[in-house]
């Protein structure tokens, strides 16, 4: 069972504009989330992260918001670079457990 | 700073055959985790260690084994690779387990069973 879905494989965006990563979430238990990012050939790199008292946290061009009531997730770029080009894993934690999206591939065009 | 050392970065096993992922870090870290990277799944669980000699299972442990001597080191041991553990691996440490705050990962182990 997927219990941290996202549902977009890839995203491509224009450098300079929004670029907008959706998560969602089905277990009610999960009460902090993280987003990571990967490059090819790379392991995955923490990119931010956001507790369940919180709405929105904001780290430079990054925030991400959380909507607890719809269990739903995103994570925004502004503005989005070619060097943000890579996928990024919602992961989704609580009562014990861990869990990872399967990830989106965001391409940002110059 | 190394990080997180993931050996070896690519392996082809045969049907049946035995090997030994090795994973070390230099952060001090007490929690280390192995994960599986498979298309369309995310990363997914298969063991993980909160201190040298404790280990548990995770979300996918049926095939592998692991075992935490050091704080360093948490070698993953498949004991008859099958086609389905085609995957690329990934070890992470953390201070406190992952699930509050940030991992560290390795750059992965790409292994391929025929």
């Known amino acids: 069972d997927q219990q941290v879905k996202q549902n977009s494989p890839s995203l491509s965006v224009q450098e300079g504009r929004i670029s907008i990563l959706n998560c969602d979430y089905t277990n009610s238990m999960f009460d902090y989330f993280l987003w990571y990012k990967k490059y090819p050939a790379e392991g995955p790199t923490f990119l931010i992260s956001i507790s369940s008292i919180k709405d929105k946290n904001e780290d430079g061009r990054f925030t991400v918001f959380l909507n607890k009531s719809a269990k739903h997730l995103s994570l925004h770029i502004v503005p989005s670079q070619p060097g943000d080009s890579a996928v990024y894993f919602c992961a989704a934690s609580g009562g014990g457990d861990m869990r990872f999206g399967a990830g989106t591939r965001l391409t940002v065009k110059p | 700073n190394a990080g997180v050392t993931q050996t070896p970065k690519f392996q082809v096993l045969k049907t049946g055959q035995s090997m030994t992922l090795q994973c070390a870090q230099d952060?001090?870290?007490?929690?280390m985790s192995w994960y599986r990277q498979d298309p369309g799944m995310g990363l997914r669980l298969i063991h993980y260690?909160?201190?040298?000699?404790?280990?548990d299972q995770g979300e996918v442990p049926n095939g592998y084994n692991v075992s935490r001597s050091t704080t360093e080191d948490f070698p993953l041991r498949l004991l008859s690779a099958a086609p389905s553990q085609t995957s690329v691996y990934f070890c992470?440490?953390?201070?406190?387990?992952?699930?509050?705050?940030?991992?560290?990962f390795g750059q992965g182990t790409r292994l391929t069973v025929v």
């Open positions: 952060m001090n870290h007490e929690y």
């Open positions: 260690s909160v201190g040298a000699g404790i280990t």
């Open positions: 992470a440490s953390s201070l406190t387990p992952s699930y509050t705050t940030e991992a560290f």
